[in-house]
């Protein structure tokens, strides 16, 4: 195996979220906003022939099948983690367990931070879900939390001992009174927890980074990023871009 890559300029893997025409031009666009070197694999797409001989610094999941990930490939992955390589999971209809039931039986389920649901996790949000901070962390450094952003669903999963959950999500249930509103929060759920797995830095992030279930998260900003990805480009707000930036650092080994 190839040694530690933790805190290198090896580039990030990043698998899923479709093409960087569509979804994934979100977190590509981001990344190299922040200048941090990726090689992007899209949904429909396995990863490449030479997988075990590329040395990453950070594993990204996001709405990729993983049936697009053979044994070999499993192995390897995990070996590289557990030696120092980050590795984050952000939510969709195929992280996580999904629609489908795609990663609660996978080799990832002991890499992660948070336990799986056994049955489909999804949650949407019609009315407000605000994000709040539950901890002080370098992920959330420099970020205004005291006007959080709201998002538009997430999977449900469980903390596991050991890990930290750095930020809940707060629904809330909203009925007209009067002239204004009622606002009742409900239950909190976690939304970005963060571990180890042997030597690497392991975070689940339960939201999506792209519409729909980024929700207001995507606008979040003080000013616009505006940043060419592929044939086109997204505009973002400064702090979801900050936000995203930070979480991958962090996941290299920043900080």
Request: charged residues 20%.
């Amino acid at each position: 195996m190839p040694p530690d890559t933790h805190g290198t300029n090896a580039p990030i893997c990043y698998l899923g979220d479709d093409h960087l025409g569509a979804a994934a031009a979100y977190l590509a666009g981001v990344m190299a906003h922040a200048k941090l070197p990726f090689e992007h694999v899209p949904s429909t797409a396995s990863p490449p022939a030479d997988f075990g001989s590329r040395q990453y610094a950070v594993y990204v999941l996001s709405d990729y099948p993983a049936a697009r990930i053979d044994a070999t490939q499993w192995a390897v992955l995990v070996e590289r983690v557990r030696r120092g390589s980050g590795l984050v999971m952000i939510g969709g209809w195929e992280s996580f367990h999904g629609r489908l039931g795609e990663y609660h039986r996978t080799p990832l389920a002991d890499l992660l931070p948070v336990e799986m649901l056994d049955r489909d996790d999804r949650r949407n949000f019609a009315q407000p879900c605000l994000v709040r901070a539950a901890a002080e962390h370098p992920v959330l450094a420099g970020l205004p939390w005291e006007t959080p952003p709201s998002i538009g669903g997430l999977n449900v999963v469980r903390p596991k001992a050991g890990s930290q959950t750095v930020l809940t999500a707060v629904p809330f249930s909203v009925r007209r009174q009067g002239d204004g509103f009622q606002f009742t929060p409900g239950p909190e759920m976690p939304l970005l927890v963060l571990g180890r797995s042997g030597e690497g830095r392991t975070a689940a992030l339960a939201t999506d980074v792209a519409p729909h279930w980024v929700g207001g998260l995507v606008d979040w900003g003080d000013r616009r990023v505006v940043q060419e990805v592929a044939a086109g480009f997204i505009e973002v707000g400064n702090w979801y871009a900050r936000f995203f930036e930070n979480l991958l650092r962090w996941a290299r080994g920043e900080g």
